[in-house]
């Protein structure tokens, strides 16, 4: 009977590839484009002994396909799972290895090595029909001898040989997953660090490692940074790792500057979480990635875009002066013809102007010139200050806003005008996002010790891929939007800035067909409760 196997990858040409080459074997190869489809197929066909699978695709992944069959698959059904990993799915590697995955490739495939892992999973796929069909029918007679045999002295060495063979067999298993883990850990271009996370001993780290710092791999392994670096922080470190410490999230991404082989400051930008396994200590694992060059690009942007906004204010002022006159028919004179693309002209004019306020506020906030007059104040009023300053401009969207408060005052240390700015910004984009003849609901709570200030809407809500980019320069939920919605994309991104030096944070929740909820909190101040 000839072995069927399954190929799950999206890219065609590799699937083809993979094919062929099993075909000319002798294996009979069913193709699935996608998770979804690899898991219709192993459901429907009983046959399939093999699958291999890629780590990463479009809908359903690899990984997922392996759980869901997993989860459903017989107990009398035997499958081997080999899966395709590019040399960055470094995570994607270990969790399929912790789900018992026979082995992984690394592309582009090295198709002899793809022919000798195939064939030992068959061999395995045998053994296992085999071994099933000998226990089923050895079954009796084992249970007879046992209950002739079972005493006390007996099973406690049954007991303790097993335990050997187990220990034995998992000691081996994990010296194979740490010797296949640290191969495609060797083959990144980063540098990648692991080291135990209460004594922060480093227990690895890869070339790319090695080869930034100008140490050896007998200078980390056993050492800590603290020994290896002057000036690491451990209480520094506890803190912005803590909730990675307490489980509350799973992965932290920061930038910080790391010492390079020729005693040079390099800013990296750090990707950490814990690895954690069963039985064995856990330990943290850094991915790090040199961020010179973009720093220099970043830089090089907003010099030259801070030069052209400053170059362009000063003539663009005229020119939406002379524009109004025009609107305002100062001059009686201006042809009936003229008059609507003269307001075209001035609203454009407005939008130019808006946007090179917004980049010199941009500009302003990295330079650190940004100052901050607090004063103590009502959060209600101010709400109600900036609603009423934005009604009319809901009004254009046939969105009424409404104000949700408490008789609880609600007193906090703010720079009015730059609260108004944020609340401006929060309060347009929920009216340009909502659905014509919504409302947008505004109000104030208490959470945490803080004064939460929140703007719902009842829009499409935000798509899951922007919602990682929607606090990044430039960017707004949907770039279709950004020509028939207006706006520079630099609101929410200078929002958070202006939140953040009132001590507060912005954030967000959104969901598809409901709505989106902007919130900030700020501290309250409980000595001014009047």
Not at 12 to 31: D, F, K, N, Q, S
């Amino acid at each position: 009977m000839t072995t069927k196997i399954l190929i799950a990858e999206d890219e065609g040409a590799i699937r083809a590839e993979l094919v062929e080459c099993l075909t000319e074997e002798g294996y009979e190869c069913v193709e699935a484009a996608n998770g979804h489809q690899g898991t219709d197929l192993l459901r429907r066909d009983k046959e399939i002994s093999i699958v291999l699978s890629d780590i990463l695709m479009p809908g359903k992944s690899g990984l997922e396909m392996i759980n869901t069959t997993l989860a459903e698959i017989d107990k009398d059904r035997h499958l081997e799972f080999i899966i395709l990993t590019g040399h960055g799915g470094v995570n994607e590697a270990i969790d399929a290895l912790r789900l018992g995955v026979m082995d992984f490739l690394v592309k582009p495939v090295d198709l002899e090595r793809l022919v000798h892992v195939v064939r030992r999973a068959e061999e395995l796929v045998l053994l296992k029909r085999v071994s099933s069909r000998y226990e089923a029918k050895l079954e009796p007679e084992v249970q007879a001898q046992t209950h002739e045999l079972e005493t006390r002295q007996i099973e406690l060495e049954l007991q303790n040989k097993e335990l050997r063979e187990s220990k034995i067999e998992i000691m081996k298993m994990r010296d194979l997953q740490l010797t296949k883990l640290n191969a495609t850990l060797d083959s990144i271009e980063e540098p990648v660090y692991i080291f135990d996370i209460d004594t922060l001993e480093y227990s690895y780290v890869n070339k790319a490692a090695r080869k930034f710092s100008g140490l050896k791999e007998e200078d980390y392994i056993g050492h800590t940074p603290k020994e290896l670096f002057d000036g690491f922080d451990i209480q520094e470190f506890k803190a912005r790792y803590s909730g990675l410490y307490t489980g509350e999230i799973k992965a932290i991404t920061y930038e910080t500057e790391h010492l390079g082989h020729k005693g040079e400051l390099v800013p990296v930008e750090i990707l950490a979480q814990i690895i954690r396994t069963e039985g064995e200590p856990s330990h943290f694992i850094e991915i790090v990635r040199d961020i010179s060059q973009r720093r220099a690009i970043d830089k090089a942007k907003s010099e030259f875009i801070s030069t052209i906004s400053h170059e362009l204010r000063t003539p663009l002022t005229s020119i939406k002066g002379v524009l109004g006159l025009i609107n305002a028919d100062a001059f009686h004179a201006a042809p009936e013809k003229l008059r609507p693309m003269a307001k075209i002209a001035y609203d454009n004019s407005n939008r130019l102007e808006l946007l090179i306020n917004d980049i010199l506020d941009i500009e302003k906030i990295a330079a650190g010139g940004m100052e901050f007059h607090l004063n103590p104040m009502s959060a209600n009023k101010l709400i109600l200050g900036a609603v009423e300053a934005t009604e009319e401009y809901g009004h254009k969207y046939g969105v009424e806003f409404s104000c949700e408060f408490g008789d609880e005052p609600m007193v906090i240390d703010a720079d009015k005008n730059r609260l108004m700015q944020v609340m401006a910004n929060l309060l347009s984009n929920a009216a340009k996002f909502s659905s014509n003849s919504s409302k947008v609901v505004v109000s104030t709570t208490r959470k945490n010790g803080n004064i939460r200030i929140s703007v719902q809407d009842y829009g499409d809500g935000i798509p899951v891929v922007a919602q990682a980019t929607i606090f990044d320069r430039f960017t707004q939920a949907n770039s279709s939007d950004q020509r028939s919605k207006g706006g520079t994309g630099l609101g929410l991104n200078i929002s958070k800035v202006l939140v953040e030096g009132h001590g507060g944070t912005l954030d967000f929740v959104s969901e598809i067909g409901v709505g989106s909820t902007f919130y900030f909190d700020l501290p309250s101040k409980p000595e001014n409760k009047g």
